[in-house]
Structures are given as structure tokens and as C-alpha cells.
């Protein structure tokens, strides 16, 4: 019957979705939805969900409640823009790549030859052209990706998302943007599936078991989206925020080092560049306290909504324990369904920080170092 059910939704939804997502939407369907479906059925077992089996004990699994919401997580995150921030970092990488190997063509050249009679050897005009080929390269890699970023900004405007072209590229720029854009994802696919399943749902044919499936749809989807908002605060956490701590050390003993050079008995030359460092390692400060106060905010904002969304949790779990199969579930629906679309909503970063050009440099190269990456765009 379960079965049947499943199939009367996934055939109903798909009916309704754009031409232009129709695959993506039937794949989203149902790699989640009988997840979704089993987890709602092991919180109506009423068992203990962290609770494991003697096998998944003997395989040293975690339960399988806390799996579901992970391979539910993973299935929903992903979105154009979580595509958009991997291709970003692949593309980082391989132009970080070329520009190594252009250092390496240049540092040969100061010893190559003008000519030579091996056809395989490193000689001047050959270098210059290998260079000239990895330039070229280079700038094709940051044109395709401008262009993949304008696809992705426009297709994030056509859904509504109150996002500016500054935000957009500030969004890339931060560290948390994986984060970030998992969970508005994870938002915007269970409002796909969410709204898919009030239309038909509402309507006066519609099968009456739909109803039950639905209310476990629903509360599993914040289930997910309480899963995505703890991910967020973890990473942040737990790595950005000892990452920033890291950097800081560090940056700190170079200041007090230059300090300590610039006491002393300096050539002119030698003193100037110490001057430079100290005013550029003030800046990598100012960056550093500006970075961190980022992320304490988003920080207590992700835990204030967590919290929001864990009440909103609660009352769903409760409701479908209680809830009686009739149509008086449709007012439920339609009261739940506005208060799930403000509750899922994905919040645009509001970076002053990068309104200084001064500090651009800086912020970039901090981001870079706590992404673990050599370079970035």
C-alpha cells in the first residue's frame, strides 16, 4: 500500500513540475522521499532513534536514524550553487597548478639556453611559449568560470532569491559559503517537494492515506533541515573558527618579530620593507577581528533559527503521533505551509568587510588559508 501510495505522489508531482527540472525533480524524488518516509516510520515506532542494532554495533555503524538524515542531507544539499562552489575550488587548484608551473618554467630560464640542438630541451623561446600557453589557459579557466557564475546567479534570481550581484560574489568569497549553500539547498528542495505535495494533496480526490505520508514528509524535512543547520554551526566551530585562531598566533609572533627588526640598526632599504610588513600584518589583524566577528554572528544566528526550527520540529512529531487521518489535516497544511516557506528561507551575508578595498587582498588570502587552499579566485 506504502508502495502504492509513493507512486501515486511521485506520478501526481511530476505531472505539475516544470518541463525543465522534470528529471531533476523525479531524481530528487526518489532517491529522498523513501528515506524520508522510513525515518517518519522509526519516530512512530516510537524506539529509541540513537539506539543501535547488535549487527550495526558489530559493523560500527551509527544508527540508523542518524544515517537516513545524513544520506538525506546529501541528497538535498546539493543545489547550483553547492556545484558552483566545487568548481570554484577545482578550478582554484588547477590554476594555482599552472601559475606553480610557471614559476618553475620561469626560474629555468634564467639558465636556458638561447638555442639548442635537442629538440627536448628548455631553451628561451620555448620557456616564453610555455608560458604563454599556461597564461592562456589560465584566462580561458576565469572566463568559463565568470560565465558558469552568471548562469548560476541569474537561474538563483529566477527563483526569487533576493540576492544582488555584490552578495552574490561576497557569498563566494567567504569561507562558510559550502555551508551556506548547503542549507539553503537543503531549504529549497523540501520547498519543491513540499509544494508539490500541497497542491495535490489539497485536492478534493486526492487519496486519504496521502495525508498521513505527508505530515511524515513534512516533519523529516526539518528533521533534514535541522541536521544541515547543526552541520553549518560544526563546521564554523569547528574548523573555521580554531583555523582563524591558527592564523592569528601566527600573524601576531610575525608582528612582534618585525617590531623587534625595526628596533634595530636597519639599512634603509631592509627598514622599508619592515615598514611594509608591520602595516600589512595590521591589516591581516584588522581582517583576522572583522573575520571572527562574521562568524560569532553566524554562529548565533544559525543556532537561533536551529533552535526556531527544533520548537517547529517538536510540533510536528507531536502532530503526527496525534493526527487523525480526515480532511481537517488541510487546514493544518495550509496554516503549516506559510510558516514553512519564512522558516526555510535562505538569508544573503551581510559582509561590510569587503566593502574596503583596502582589505580585499587580505580577506582573500584568510579565506583561502582556512579552506586549506593555496590560492583563490
Same mark, same amino acid.
Given at each position: 500500500?506504502?508502495?502504492?501510495?509513493?507512486?501515486?505522489?511521485?506520478?501526481?508531482?511530476?505531472?505539475?513540475?516544470?518541463?525543465?527540472?522534470?528529471?531533476?525533480?523525479?531524481?530528487?524524488?526518489?532517491?529522498?522521499?523513501?528515506?524520508?518516509?522510513?525515518?517518519?516510520?522509526?519516530?512512530?515506532?516510537?524506539?529509541?532513534?540513537?539506539?543501535?542494532?547488535?549487527?550495526?554495533?558489530?559493523?560500527?555503524?551509527?544508527?540508523?536514524?542518524?544515517?537516513?538524515?545524513?544520506?538525506?542531507?546529501?541528497?538535498?544539499?546539493?543545489? !547550483?550553487?553547492?556545484? +558552483?562552489? $566545487?568548481? %570554484?575550488?577545482?578550478?582554484?587548484?588547477? @590554476? #594555482?597548478?599552472?601559475?606553480?608551473? /610557471?614559476?618553475?618554467?620561469?626560474?629555468?630560464?634564467?639558465?636556458?639556453?638561447?638555442? !639548442?640542438?635537442?629538440? +627536448?630541451? $628548455?631553451? %628561451?623561446?620555448?620557456?616564453?611559449?610555455? @608560458? #604563454?600557453?599556461?597564461?592562456?589557459? /589560465?584566462?580561458?579557466?576565469?572566463?568559463?568560470?565568470?560565465?558558469?557564475?552568471?548562469?548560476?546567479?541569474?537561474?538563483?534570481?529566477?527563483?526569487?532569491?533576493?540576492?544582488?550581484?555584490?552578495?552574490?560574489?561576497?557569498?563566494?568569497? /567567504?569561507?562558510?559559503?559550502?555551508?551556506?549553500?548547503?542549507?539553503?539547498?537543503?531549504?529549497?528542495?523540501?520547498?519543491?517537494?513540499?509544494?508539490?505535495?500541497?497542491?495535490?494533496?489539497?485536492?478534493?480526490?486526492?487519496?486519504?492515506?496521502?495525508?498521513?505520508?505527508?505530515?511524515?514528509?513534512?516533519?523529516?524535512?526539518?528533521?533534514?533541515?535541522?541536521?544541515?543547520?547543526?552541520?553549518?554551526?560544526?563546521?564554523?566551530?569547528?574548523?573555521?573558527?580554531?583555523?582563524?585562531?591558527?592564523?592569528?598566533?601566527?600573524?601576531?609572533?610575525?608582528?612582534?618579530?618585525?617590531?623587534?627588526?625595526?628596533?634595530?640598526?636597519?639599512?634603509?632599504?631592509?627598514?622599508?620593507?619592515?615598514?611594509?610588513?608591520?602595516?600589512?600584518?595590521?591589516?591581516?589583524?584588522?581582517?583576522?577581528?572583522?573575520?571572527?566577528?562574521?562568524?560569532?554572528?553566524?554562529?548565533?544566528?544559525?543556532?537561533?533559527?536551529?533552535?526556531?526550527?527544533?520548537?517547529?520540529?517538536?510540533?510536528?512529531?507531536?502532530?503526527?503521533?496525534?493526527?487523525?487521518?480526515?480532511?481537517?489535516?488541510?487546514?493544518?497544511?495550509?496554516?503549516?505551509?506559510?510558516?514553512?516557506?519564512?522558516?526555510?528561507?535562505?538569508?544573503?551575508?551581510?559582509?561590510?568587510?569587503?566593502?574596503?578595498?583596502?582589505?580585499?587582498?587580505?580577506?582573500?588570502?584568510?579565506?583561502?588559508?582556512?579552506?586549506?587552499?593555496?590560492?583563490?579566485?
Amino acid at each position: 500500500m506504502k508502495a502504492a501510495i509513493a507512486a501515486v505522489l511521485l506520478a501526481v508531482c511530476l505531472q505539475t513540475a516544470p518541463a525543465h527540472a522534470e528529471r531533476s525533480f523525479s531524481e530528487l524524488w526518489n532517491d529522498s522521499i523513501p528515506l524520508l518516509t522510513e525515518g517518519a516510520e522509526l519516530i512512530a515506532s516510537g524506539k529509541e532513534l540513537s539506539e543501535r542494532s547488535l549487527s550495526e554495533v558489530l559493523t560500527f555503524r551509527d544508527a540508523r536514524f542518524p544515517r537516513i538524515l545524513d544520506e538525506c542531507f546529501t541528497i538535498l544539499a546539493g543545489s !547550483s550553487l553547492t556545484d +558552483l562552489l $566545487h568548481r %570554484q575550488s577545482a578550478v582554484a587548484a588547477e @590554476i #594555482a597548478e599552472k601559475k606553480a608551473d /610557471i614559476v618553475e618554467l620561469k626560474t629555468k630560464s634564467v639558465a636556458a639556453p638561447e638555442a !639548442s640542438w635537442n629538440p +627536448l630541451a $628548455h631553451t %628561451q623561446e620555448s620557456i616564453q611559449r610555455d @608560458i #604563454a600557453k599556461l597564461q592562456d589557459e /589560465i584566462a580561458r579557466l576565469q572566463s568559463a568560470f565568470e560565465q558558469e557564475k552568471e548562469t548560476v546567479y541569474l537561474r538563483m534570481r529566477e527563483k526569487g532569491i533576493a540576492l544582488s550581484r555584490e552578495q552574490f560574489d561576497q557569498l563566494l568569497a /567567504i569561507v562558510d559559503a559550502p555551508e551556506k549553500a548547503s542549507v539553503m539547498g537543503v531549504a529549497e528542495n523540501l520547498k519543491r517537494i513540499h509544494q508539490e505535495i500541497c497542491v495535490k494533496i489539497a485536492e478534493p480526490d486526492s487519496p486519504v492515506e496521502m495525508l498521513q505520508t505527508y505530515t511524515g514528509v513534512y516533519m523529516m524535512g526539518l528533521g533534514v533541515y535541522l541536521y544541515a543547520l547543526e552541520n553549518a554551526v560544526e563546521q564554523v566551530e569547528g574548523q573555521y573558527l580554531p583555523r582563524l585562531q591558527a592564523l592569528r598566533e601566527e600573524n601576531e609572533a610575525n608582528y612582534q618579530k618585525a617590531r623587534q627588526l625595526a628596533a634595530q640598526d636597519l639599512s634603509p632599504h631592509d627598514a622599508e620593507i619592515v615598514r611594509r610588513n608591520i602595516l600589512s600584518q595590521k591589516r591581516v589583524t584588522e581582517v583576522l577581528n572583522l573575520y571572527e566577528k562574521y562568524l560569532d554572528r553566524e554562529v548565533r544566528q544559525l543556532r537561533a533559527l536551529y533552535q526556531k526550527t527544533q520548537q517547529s520540529f517538536n510540533v510536528a512529531v507531536n502532530t503526527y503521533h496525534t493526527v487523525k487521518v480526515s480532511t481537517e489535516l488541510l487546514n493544518l497544511i495550509r496554516a503549516s505551509e506559510e510558516g514553512f516557506f519564512s522558516l526555510v528561507t535562505f538569508q544573503p551575508p551581510e559582509l561590510s568587510l569587503l566593502y574596503d578595498e583596502r582589505l580585499a587582498a587580505e580577506f582573500a588570502a584568510v579565506t583561502g588559508k582556512l579552506r586549506g587552499q593555496s590560492s583563490t579566485l
